[in-house]
T-cell receptor, first 116, second 115 residues
Framework: AQSVAQPEDQVNVAEGNPLTVKCTYSVSGNPYLFWYVQYPNRGLQFLLKYITGDNLVKGSYGFEAEFNKSQTSFHLKKPSALVSDSALYFCAVRDRGDSSASKIIFGSGTRLSIRP | DTGVSQNPRHKITKRGQNVTFRCDPI?????LYWYRQTLGQGPEFLTYFQNEAQLEKSRLLSDRFSAERPKGSFSTLEIQRTEQGDSAMYLC?????????????FGDGTRLSIL
């Protein structure tokens, strides 16, 4: 069965410092991996995705994520955090070999708080 | 604005009433998804359409829930005889159908509160 784990409910970082939001996954085959961000009372916004190729994926707003197959992880990173990055972040996974839409699984989310 | 649009943004109703939500996807997208999100959780898949065909429904979608996309454009989600447990954010998303790696574009959701 597919699953996604975001082990931290909340991450607190000072503005200007690097940030990492962790995600680990479990699928039977090879994964498609996604990160989304959600601001209060808004829908999810797509940040980036890993399909194939380079393990370091660059996305919107200066975010990037590193795919690590041996550790089954896809951590979200940013070199220098901004107060405006404060939001709820969701990791999502889809089994590459499964065409069923229902198999897109979202993590429970990590609240990122950037202090000035 | 050519994003996904959902109406209403908020709905407050008494238990037992019927409610209907509308989603207008990005016009070029032929896939449309409905999700439910409760506080502190990620979105949970409910159902999806490819054009006007409803191709998959989650076990979460009880008999009281019905979704339609009659002309392959906008979609409606109806909940009959609402219950307290139906209180949640209902999210709609759309995407291209070419390849399962296409990201989904979400609307801002309809927040349902059952009194």
């Amino acid at each position: 069965a597919q699953s996604v784990a975001q082990p931290e409910d909340q991450v607190n970082v000072a503005e200007g410092n690097p940030l990492t939001v962790k995600c680990t996954y479990s699928v039977s085959g090879n994964p498609y991996l996604f990160w989304y961000v959600q601001y209060p009372n808004r829908g999810l916004q797509f940040l980036l995705k890993y399909i194939t190729g380079d393990n370091l994926v660059k996305g919107s707003y200066g975010f990037e994520a590193e795919f690590n197959k041996s550790q089954t992880s896809f951590h979200l990173k940013k070199p220098s955090a901004l107060v405006s990055d404060s939001a709820l972040y969701f990791c999502a996974v889809r089994d590459r070999g499964d065409s069923s839409a229902s198999k897109i699984i979202f993590g429970s989310g990590t609240r990122l708080s950037i202090r000035p | 604005d050519t994003g996904v649009s959902q109406n209403p943004r908020h709905k407050i109703t008494k238990r037992g009433q019927n409610v209907t939500f509308r989603c207008d996807p990005i016009s070029e997208h032929n896939r449309l998804y409905w999700y439910r999100q409760t506080l502190g959780q990620g979105p949970e898949f409910l159902t999806y359409f490819q054009n006007e065909a409803q191709l998959e429904k989650s076990r979460l979608l009880s008999d009281r829930f019905s979704a339609e996309r009659p002309k392959g454009s906008f979609s409606t989600l109806e909940i009959q005889r609402t219950e307290q447990g139906d209180s949640a954010m209902y999210l709609c998303a759309s995407s291209f159908s070419e390849g399962p790696n296409q990201p989904q574009h979400f609307g801002d959701g309809t927040r349902l509160s059952i009194l």
